[in-house]
C-alpha cells in the first residue's frame, strides 16, 4: 500500500504512529510465521518464573491463616496434567453446583444435560450431588463487562459462595466440605482462580474480606474456606469422558463431524490451570471439550481460526453487538462452515455458545448467510447417551439449527417436539418431572 | 478535560491498584499481544498501546486511552496468555475501568449506560441475567426464531426439569438470605458507591429495593421467631 501524500495515518487498531508495513504477501507470511507456530504449540512455557499458588496455599494452611476445602478420597478424585504439566485433582463425585446466570438464564440445557449425565452413572442426588438455591452468580461477567465491583467484592462473593459449597452438606446430615464446587460456567471458572491467586498472595486482601465474611457468618473457626482446586464442569466431563462412553452411549456419532471452540477464561485466563492431555490434540490445545467428542467416537474436525474468542466481550454482546457478531460470523460461524464443513461446533462455556448460537441469522444482513448449530461439550453428550432432545438436552432454546444435528443421528425432531408439546400440557397440569427431588433445592432460609 | 495534575492523580490511581505489578512486568513492544487480540482487528485498539503508555508512563495518552479506547477491550485474557513478559494488557484494561468509574469519567458513564438492566438485577438478586430478559424483542437482531417452541415463559421454564431453574426473573432461585448477604458484600467493598458515581438514578432505585428486601427478610425471621416460641 502507497502513501502518496506522506500523511501521518495509522492502522486501525495498532496506534496513530503505526504505519503499514508494505510487505509482500510472501513476506507477511513468512514475518507472521513465527507468531503462528507460538500460538499453535505450547511454547508459552514459563518455567521456572511460574509460580504454583497451590504452594502457598498449603504454606496458609499450615500457619493456621486459612481453612483448604480439600478432596478426599470420598470425592473419588482423578488426577490430571495441566498446561505445564502439573498435576491437578478432579473430584468426581460429591459435587456442589455451582451454575451459571447465562447457562440457567438462556441455555437451560447445559446444566439439565450435567445432571442427567450424572444420574445416568449412578450418582445419588442429595448424596453424590447438591443443587440448592443459596448461590449467587460470581459477578465476574458484570466486572469485565462494565469495571462495577473490585477484587474485593469478587473475594468476597467467591469465598461466600465457596464457604456455602462446604457447609451445604450439613442439613442433609453430611460433615463439613461433604460437597466440592463444580463451577459450571468458565468466567466463574477463571475469575475464581485468578481470585484465589490474589487472596493467597495478598494479607491486606485477606484480611478486609474477612472482615466482610464475619460479618456474613461464614467464616470457620475464624477462618476464611479457600479451594484446593477450582473446578470446571468441563474437568469434570473430560476424566468422566470414557464411562460417559462405554456406560452411556447409544447412538453411534462417527458420522458427525464436529469443530470445538475452546473458551478464552478457560483456557487463557490463569491457564496454568487448563488441562492438557497427550492423547487430545497432541497436547498441544487445552483438553476439554475435545476429549468427550473424541470419546464418543466423533470426527473432531480443526479449523484456523481455533485460538480465537468467540466475540462475547461482556459489554459488547449487550451493547457493541456489531463486533460481537461481525466477529463470530468471520473468525467461528463461517470458518467452521467453509473450511471444516462442520456439523457442530460445540463449546464449553456459556458467553461463546449464546454468542456463536445467536448471531446467525443477522449475517443475512451483510450477505453473510452461514449456520452452523451451536451446543454444549455435554449437550452433545446427552443427545449421544438417549437423552430426549427438548425434554433433557433443551435445544428448543438455542437460535442456531441444533435439529439438523438431532435429525443426522437418527432421532426425529418433529416426533420429540410433539412429545415436548404433549409434555408442556401436563406441565399446565402441574404434573413436572424432575431430575432430582425438588426439596433438596430449598437450602436456605426465606 | 482534565488538568495535568487530575491526569498523573488517575495514573497515580492505575499505578496504586495491588493488580498493577501483577500485571505489568515490562514490555518487549512485540506486538504479540495485538496480533491475537480480537478487538484490535474491529477498533482502533490496541493492547501493545496500551501497555506502552502504562510502561512508558505517558500520563496525558493514558487519559486519552480511558476516553474511549479501554471500553473496546473484549476482556477474553489471549493477550495474557501469549506475552512472553507475562504481562496482562487486558488485567491491565480492567484497572483503567475501575480508576474511570472512581474518577467518574463520562467516558465511563456512556459507556455504561446500556449496562442499567444487567446491573440492577445483579445488585438486587445476586444474578447477573434472567430468561425475562432475553425475550425476542430485546434482540431483534437475533431473529424470528430465537426459540424453537413458542409459549408461555413461565410453562417453558418449569418444563426444566431443575427445581432451581423454574424461574422466569432470576437466572435461578436465589434464595432471599442469600440476596441480603449480597447487599452486605456490595455496601462493604464500596460497590454501590461506584454506582452513585455512575447513575445516581439507578442508585435510588436500587438502594429502595434492597431496603424493601431487608425489610421483607427481617420480618420473614420475625416469623420465625414466633413459631418457635408457639412451638
Ligand atoms: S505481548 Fe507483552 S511484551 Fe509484547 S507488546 Fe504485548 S505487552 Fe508488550
Ligand atoms: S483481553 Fe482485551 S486486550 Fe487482551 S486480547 Fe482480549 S480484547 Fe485484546
Known sequence: MSNPTNEPRGIAGHGAFFQPTDLSPEQAEKATEWVRKQVDRRTVDLGERMDDVRDHMWELEKDGEIIVHRITDAHKPVIVKTLFGWDKKIPTSQLWHHKSCGQCGNIPGYPTSLLWTMNGLGMVPGKDYLDETDQTSCTAWNYHGSGIGNVESLAAVFLRNFHQAYVSGKRLGHDAGHFFPLVHCATSFGNYKEIRKYLVESAPLRERVKKILAKLGRLVDGKIVIPEEVVHYSDWVH???????????????SNMRVTVHMACHYSKMVHEDAIYDPEVLGGNRAATGTGIAQALGAQVIDYS?????????????????????SFTIDRKIKVAREEANADMMLGIDTGCVTTMDKNQWIGKAHEQSYTMPIMADIQFAALACGADPLKIVQLQWHASPCEDVVEKMGISWA????RFEAYLEEVKAGKIEYLYDPKLAASAAA | MATYAEMVEIYEDIKSDFRYDHELNGCLNCGICTATCPSAQFYDYSPREIVQLLWTENVEQIYDAMQEKIWACAQCMTCAARCPFKNSPGGLVAIMREVAIKHGMQSAKDVLRPFGRVMLKLITTGNQLSPDMIQPDHFPDWGP???????????????IPMKTLQTTDTAWEVSLKTSVEMYTIWEMTGVLKQLETMDENLYDVIEDFIEEKREEYADWLEEQEDNKEDA
Open chain 2, 145 to 159: 426464531n430465537i426459540q424453537k417452541v413458542s409459549g408461555d415463559l413461565k410453562i417453558l421454564r418449569k418444563a
Open chain 1, 239 to 253: 476424566v468422566m469422558r470414557n464411562d460417559i462412553a462405554s456406560k452411556l452411549q447409544k447412538i453411534d456419532v
Open chain 1, 415 to 418: 416426533d420429540a417436539k410433539k
Open chain 1, 305 to 325: 481460526t481455533w485460538y480465537d474468542c468467540c466475540g462475547f466481550g461482556f459489554r459488547h454482546i449487550i451493547s457493541e453487538r456489531e463486533f460481537t457478531r
